[in-house]
T-cell receptor
Framework: AQRVTQPEKLLSVFKGAPVELKCNYSYSGSPELFWYVQYSRQRLQLLLRHISRESIKGFTADLNKGETSFHLKKPFAQEEDSAMYYCALTCRTGAGKSTFGDGTTLTVKP | DAGVIQSPRHEVTEMGQEVTLRCKPISGHDYLFWYRQTMMRGLELLIYFNNNVPIDDSGMPEDRFSAKMPNASFSTLKIQPSEPRDSAVYFC?????????FGPGTRLTVL
């Protein structure tokens, strides 16, 4: 069975500080990992996916298969980054279903 | 494309009433998902469809909840009878394969 763990429910940093949102997963096959973001009272939207290796809004995430982690990082947090962040896993063999973590609420203080 | 469309955006009803939430997925997406989001339990997958067929409804909390997808462009989630503990934001999402595209959600309040 697949599982996604986000150990921090709440994370608070000051503007300009580095931020790292942790995500660990368990899955026996080859996973596809995603980060979704939900700004206040808005819909969830895709932030980035590991397969594209992009940097979106200054965020990056590297898949570490050895540690089964997909932590989200940004070197200099901005106030507009305050949101709920969800890590999600989809198995490449299909089925389309994603397993989501419980989410981390990030607050960036001025 | 307007994205995933959900209606109504807000629903306030009284305990015992029937509630129907509606979703129009993005055209061409084969998968449709219904989620419930609460402060206490986070994001929960209720049910999902592939090509209009329900694949996994193990997340549906109880028999009061039912979902249908009569065609590729429409799905409903029904709660009958509704209870105060059903109060939550209900999201619909569609997917071509792996990335999910979420609707704006329906904020349901059951008094």
């Amino acid at each position: 069975a697949q599982r996604v763990t986000q150990p921090e429910k709440l994370l608070s940093v000051f503007k300009g500080a580095p931020v790292e949102l942790k995500c660990n997963y368990s899955y026996s096959g080859s996973p596809e990992l995603f980060w979704y973001v939900q700004y206040s009272r808005q819909r969830l939207q895709l932030l980035l996916r590991h397969i594209s290796r992009e940097s979106i809004k200054g965020f990056t995430a590297d898949l570490n298969k050895g540690e089964t982690s997909f932590h989200l990082k940004k070197p200099f947090a901005q106030e507009e980054d305050s949101a709920m962040y969800y890590c999600a896993l989809t198995c490449r063999t299909g089925a389309g279903k994603s397993t989501f973590g419980d989410g981390t609420t990030l607050t960036v203080k001025p | 494309d307007a994205g995933v469309i959900q209606s109504p955006r807000h629903e306030v009803t009284e305990m015992g009433q029937e509630v129907t939430l509606r979703c129009k997925p993005i055209s061409g997406h084969d998968y449709l998902f219904w989620y419930r989001q609460t402060m206490m339990r986070g994001l929960e997958l209720l049910i999902y469809f592939n090509n209009n067929v329900p694949i996994d409804d193990s997340g549906m909390p109880e028999d009061r909840f039912s979902a249908k997808m009569p065609n590729a462009s429409f799905s409903t989630l029904k709660i009958q009878p509704s209870e105060p503990r059903d109060s939550a934001v209900y999201f619909c999402a569609s997917s071509p394969m792996d990335t999910q595209y979420f609707g704006p959600g329906t904020r349901l309040t059951v008094l």
